[in-house]
């Protein structure tokens, strides 16, 4: 074997293993609005207010506040009354006491919506085949919590949640044309 075959040998392989080992390369997100570092204690948290005991005195120490918490939505008596009377109920006796009495009590009414996430995205697979658009693998992993309180005069008298305990997606984006797929319509505008 030549020197110069040798070389281009060795040159080949080299880059060959440096665009398998780059997956490190590849773009990471995270988006974190949550005080809470998972959905079980977001849940637990919520869960231990206790109606018609909780106060404002009970929340802050855990978290629960507009201040602390990101994402969260401050309420009004009007707010929640469009809430409530959207749904299809027809009579507010069907609603939970907690709910009635927080309409009953008109601006004394407040409540804190709470949305609360963590969220990853990693970009997986060939280094080579995503740098050049040709197939991108997206995993997004994590969690959403949501969960509503409302107050009358500081004190909680309804309590609920819900979200997504477990998000496992995985996105598989080929492009045959690699790095010429999204420039096709504006190559095209320039023959008009």
């Not at 609005?33 to 929340?59: C, G, H």
């Amino acid at each position: 074997m030549s020197s110069k075959r040798c070389l281009s040998f060795v040159f080949i392989s080299g880059a060959w293993v440096f665009l398998q080992g780059c997956a490190s390369l590849l773009p990471t997100s995270t988006t974190n609005a949550a005080q809470f570092k998972s959905f079980n204690e977001a849940r637990l948290t919520i869960e231990s207010l206790v109606p018609y005991q909780s106060d404002l005195t009970t929340l802050a120490p855990l978290g629960i506040d507009p201040i602390q918490q990101p994402n969260t939505l401050i309420l009004t008596h009007s707010d929640i009354a469009k809430r409530v009377i959207n749904g299809n109920l027809q009579n507010r006796d069907d609603l939970d006491k907690g709910i009635q009495d927080c309409l009953k009590a008109g601006d004394a009414c407040r409540g804190w919506e709470i949305k609360a996430s963590r969220i990853t995205r990693t970009r997986t697979g060939s280094f080579f085949m995503d740098f050049v658009n040709l197939k991108r693998t997206t995993e997004t992993s994590g969690w959403r919590f949501n969960a509503t309180i409302l107050m009358v005069n500081g004190v909680v008298v309804h309590r609920t949640w819900g979200g997504q305990p477990a998000i496992q997606e995985l996105e598989i984006r080929k492009n045959p044309l690699g790095p010429l797929q999204d420039g096709g319509p504006s190559f095209l505008q320039g023959f008009r």
